[in-house]
């Protein structure tokens, strides 16, 4: 035994170390410049794009928070990651969009519709994002090993030995290193969902055995207190007005190629994810059939118990391996899309000039350091992994609302974001626990109080204050309608592309108009749809939400077979 586990479970660890630190270095040479390093130079095939939406969005501090949740009130646990499966669909109609704008960071989006303030505010809030983001996936992924290892080895110093691995690793290539490497930590973290199902079953003795353990309300997916009824409603309008402007999703949704291969992408690795989250959510009811006894502060070490206890030598190498597999996909994409805020959208402002791209991409690989850090210190101090996705989920929905109205709203200003996501804090302050002079509302009132507020201001606001200067809204708007492989037809206007990717004159469409054959966007011309709705403009993104919708209805029955039938 050394550092709690057997030689055979850290040969398997070194074995995948090993294979990560060969890819980080193969795919060093492909990063020439900054647009590679935080696009991938927008060359992401469809299954790469799939890779990449699930790898960057899954990680062991989700799994860690679901099995913990679910351990305790049962299967309604899941919801805390499932907040987002109806949603989903929304994905394939949104995809495009930041394919379209050809944007480097969502931040970008808030600089070119609303100005360099509102993009600058938007990027300190992105910051604090990733940065809340990496301390979480540390915190989670550390607490789960310290379990695993019985305590051989501190959440600590596995925070510390995680951060030095990804930061290596992520500082060499950047986001083309997680297109291709996401494709092998894809297989690893499914793995981590489901590899501890069947053992779990064998000591206990099938599902009818758990069942005679556990009280009814465990195999409910509505839990009598947590996460009711409300709650679960709340979230999941919170968590579609907010899930737009999480940071690291204009490189997630639109680094492909084609709008294709970013509506795939987002839209199908987001489902695998979705159904990984089934294998979490069981993991935690078995558990708490097998290992009863960890209160409400420890339920999140429910996981980690489970795999020291089950898994035999070996196989818990390879889950320690799927969780820095889980770790190193987010994290790198967090460190990279922070870093990608502070050389674009902050430095610039500062220095009233632009860095030079060999400038650039040693300065972004810098400041990745920089978020890193933060994310550390984060994962040192925050007491609860639950409780740091509730803060994720709030302050995404305050510039939420500023991206939905700035796409279908040509009357959307600086003015209505400024005013919406003041109102919306000030409400979160008044209702929430935060202050003793707060009303100390659960959060599914805050959002029930924030939300309409929010949008209601932004409404009046901008309604009543100077209009974004025209040149700025006829580009933006240029450029929403302009599907890939029409870039020629912004040239001739001389509009400026940021970042167009690979584009190919011979592969230039020439003929009738895209947008008239299918490729027109349904959000981007929601208020005027009565005047140009036709199936066959709209058709790729009806076709489109309508098989995404049906994927959802699949899950569902697939979580209500488990709950009901198995």
Known sequence: MILGITYLDLAVILVYISMIVYMGWWTKNKVQNSGDYFMGGRKGSKIMMIANAFGAGTHTDQAIAVSGATYEIGLAGIWYQWIWLLATPFYWIVAPIYRRVRYVTTADFFEERYGAKVGVAYSIMGILFFMLNLGLILKGTGTAIEAVTKGAVSTEAIVIGLTLFFLGYSVLGGLVSALFVNLIQGLFILVLSFLLIPFALNAIGGMDAARATLPDYMFSFIAPTEVTLYFIIAVIINGLVGIVVQPHHMAIGGAGKTESACR??????????????????????????????????????????????LLPSGLIGLMIASMAAAVLAACHNYMVGGSALITRNIIPKLRNTSLSQINELKFARWTSIGIVVGGVVIALSIPSVVQGVKYLWQITAYFGIGFWMAVMWKKANRYGVWASVIATILVTFITGPYFSFGFGWALEYQITAYLPIGFLVFILVSNFTKPEPKEKLDQFYALLHTPVGEENKLLQKGYKIMLAGEVDEKDQNLGEPLEENGHSLIVVDLLSLPKKFSFKRYRIDLVGFFYATLFVIFILGIGYAVANLW
């Open 264 to 309: 795939t992408g987002w839209t199908y690795g987001n489902f695998t994810k979705r159904f990984a989250t089934l294998g979490w959510a069981l993991v935690g009811i078995l558990a708490a059939a097998l290992f009863p006894g960890l209160d409400n502060e420890h339920r999140e070490l429910a996981f980690g118990t489970a795999v020291a206890n």
